[in-house]
């Protein structure tokens, strides 16, 4: 079972940028498409962003133009480059497989975003 691992989460004001990194502990050159995903207090987990290997990707609505989402397969990592933040992206943010199974979530990484 690959392991997930999120990092690059913080505090930060609103209209700051943050970068978060997803590293798995096996290979994901397998997986047809890998995506963001994130969860606000009381709400459910909602997919943010998602690259398929040919480098096609999807946004949330909310996040088109704000967000950016890259994978390195030979790092085995997925990013998420995150600009333009406001309020409404305070979540904890987990990446996953975007295309058939899931693997086990991971601990995810904070953001908030507040002034």
């Known amino acids: 079972q690959v392991q997930l691992v999120e990092s690059g989460g913080g505090l930060v004001q609103p209209g700051g940028s943050l970068r978060l990194s997803c590293a798995a502990s096996?290979?994901?050159?397998?997986?047809?498409?890998m995506g963001w995903y994130r969860q606000a207090p009381g709400k459910q987990r909602e997919l943010v962003a998602s690259?398929?290997?040919?480098?096609?990707?999807n946004y949330l609505d909310s996040v088109k133009g704000r967000f950016t989402i890259s994978r390195d397969n030979a790092k085995r990592t997925v990013y998420l480059q995150m600009n333009s933040l406001n309020p409404e992206d305070t979540a904890v943010y987990y990446c996953?497989?975007?295309?058939?199974?899931?693997?086990?979530w991971g601990q995810g990484t904070q953001v908030t975003v507040s002034s």
């Open positions: 096996g290979s994901i050159v397998n997986i047809d498409t």
């Open positions: 996953n497989t975007a295309s058939g199974p899931a693997w086990s």
């Open positions: 690259v398929t290997n040919g480098g096609r990707r």
